[in-house]
């Protein structure tokens, strides 16, 4: 934000007087944390990421249309400029969004309970829980709007993973939209000292940065009363600890307090993970005298979310796409000098993310690879080596690789599907093969299995729902 500032005064004074006199009245998280609201300066819309805000006309009170409105522009505008700084670190920002040149935004889009993406829009609905006195407005909540922005630039960064049918990929999808939220509302000051603050400096405790969602949350629990097994305070917590385990061997469903192969449950494994890591690369900065609380605090998120980003940007779409995410951001710290290379290396071993495995290379050297790039395939050098995406979509039939007749209980093998077929090789400084991984035939087709089973058992098919089929081939509408 004082960046910006900055840059403000570097402007025409008419256009300095104007947007300083531009000021709302914001909830720094929701209205579950009343406490946190203050008067903000309303930051104009980024020209690279345009969007366009339903009902946004000037300062408004909270809880009126024009004011969600209002708060849903700060949101979007400050998270798009924190990502987009982190991106410019190593490669250009995004220049367009992955399906739209202009986003438009609906703060009042219907009632429900339910917030999404669909590549052209974000919508925020509205509902009343039962025995509740008031509605509760999904745009209220910073963290389900920048939620709902973190789907829309990972679409951005990775837009040929939108359609793919892999359980880790849609996982992801929820683990990288909830980290977006996490970082969107620690743009502020105010919220690291109160999560500092609630938690005595012992950030892996549950504090107002790691719960998302709070006030849906509570109206959630005031419905279910802990039946299903979730806790009052937020519809997920960063600090919940769940260990990666073979999606094949998950229920679709399960209570809230355990693990499900459901992407929003069974994203919780990398959203825990990096969450912790963020936390002890804030405590290794604390030891090292990096600065004050606050400044370590900032430092560290800056790290984890230009780790996870260069990640996304590098690693391939492929069945076992975690443990891609999770080696894509232990090489992203050997770029910048592997100063917590332990922290990495023992937390997403301690998750279950990378495993230590013996298994046969193949006999790829660098000049194979660079004899057979093509123009979407990416290489990105570093001071121990090199890494290689090779990008290679694919689709296929499940029928043409499953009994005919498993058909006859799910039409959905008969569609065209888009599956995970990327490759990721990791060369030394003398071109040695040192990790790759390659499409596996058996892993993709068993994925692609629990993904099409998971869409025809939870009737996601159709005009209005989650996925479409369209001349014969199965396409995403919307994410939540």
Not at 132 to 143: N, R
Not at 225 to 244: E, H, L, M, N
């Amino acid at each position: 934000m004082f960046e910006w500032i900055r840059n403000l005064f570097s402007g025409k004074e008419e256009d300095i007087v104007s947007a300083m006199s531009i000021m709302q009245d914001y909830f720094l998280n929701d209205p579950g944390t009343s406490n946190l609201r203050k008067k903000i300066i309303v930051p104009p819309t980024p020209k690279k990421l345009n969007f366009v805000v339903k009902g946004h006309s000037g300062p408004a009170p909270l809880g009126t249309a024009k004011g969600q409105a209002m708060s849903c522009h700060i949101t979007l505008a400050n998270c798009i400029n924190y990502m987009q700084s982190m991106i410019g670190q190593f490669r250009k920002p995004i220049d367009r969004w992955a399906h739209t040149q202009t986003l438009h935004v609906d703060p009042r889009a219907g009632k429900q309970f339910n917030a999404y993406y669909n590549r052209n829009c974000l919508k925020f609905f509205f509902s009343k829980a039962r025995n509740a006195k008031k509605i509760i407005y999904t745009a209220d909540s910073a963290d389900i709007v920048a939620h709902e922005l973190g789907h829309a630039i990972l679409d951005s960064l990775k837009p040929n993973m939108f359609h793919v049918q892999g359980l880790e990929l849609w996982a992801f999808h929820e683990s990288f939209a909830d980290i977006t939220a996490i970082l969107s509302v620690m743009q502020h000051n105010e919220i690291m000292q109160k999560a500092l603050k609630q938690t005595k400096g012992d950030l892996m405790r549950p504090n107002v940065i790691s719960k998302i969602a709070e006030q849906v949350g509570n109206a959630i629990f005031s419905i279910s009363r802990g039946r299903d097994g979730r806790k009052p305070g937020s519809i997920r917590d960063a600090t919940d600890v769940f260990i990666y385990q073979n999606p094949k061997k998950l229920p679709q469903k399960a209570p809230v307090n355990e693990l499900a192969r459901e992407s929003h449950s069974f994203g919780r494994v990398f959203l825990g993970a990096w969450y912790q890591l963020m936390v002890e690369i804030y405590n290794k900065n604390i030891a090292d005298k990096m600065g004050n609380r606050i400044e370590c605090l900032s430092s560290a998120r800056d790290t984890a979310a230009r780790y996870v980003l260069k990640s996304v940007v590098r690693v391939p779409s492929t069945a076992q796409f975690l443990e891609a995410i999770a080696k894509g951001m232990i090489v992203a710290d050997k770029e910048e000098g592997g100063k917590y290379s332990e922290i990495l290396d023992r937390v997403f071993t301690y998750r279950n993310l990378i495993q230590p495995r013996v298994r046969m290379m193949s006999n790829t050297d660098w000049n194979d690879i660079r004899k057979n790039l093509q123009k979407d395939d990416q290489v990105v050098g570093h001071k121990n080596g090199l890494v290689a995406k090779l990008s290679r979509p694919r689709t296929l039939r499940l029928s043409d690789h499953l009994a005919s007749s498993l058909s006859d209980c799910n039409p959905l093998y008969d569609v065209e599907v888009e599956v995970p077929a990327d490759s990721y090789y990791e060369f030394n400084q003398d071109g040695i093969l040192v990790d790759e991984v390659l499409p596996n035939e058996e892993e993709i087709i068993m994925s692609t299995a629990l993904c099409l089973d998971t869409i025809f058992t939870e009737d996601s098919v159709g005009s209005d729902k989650m996925w479409e089929v369209q001349d014969n081939k199965l396409i995403r509408a919307f994410i939540e």
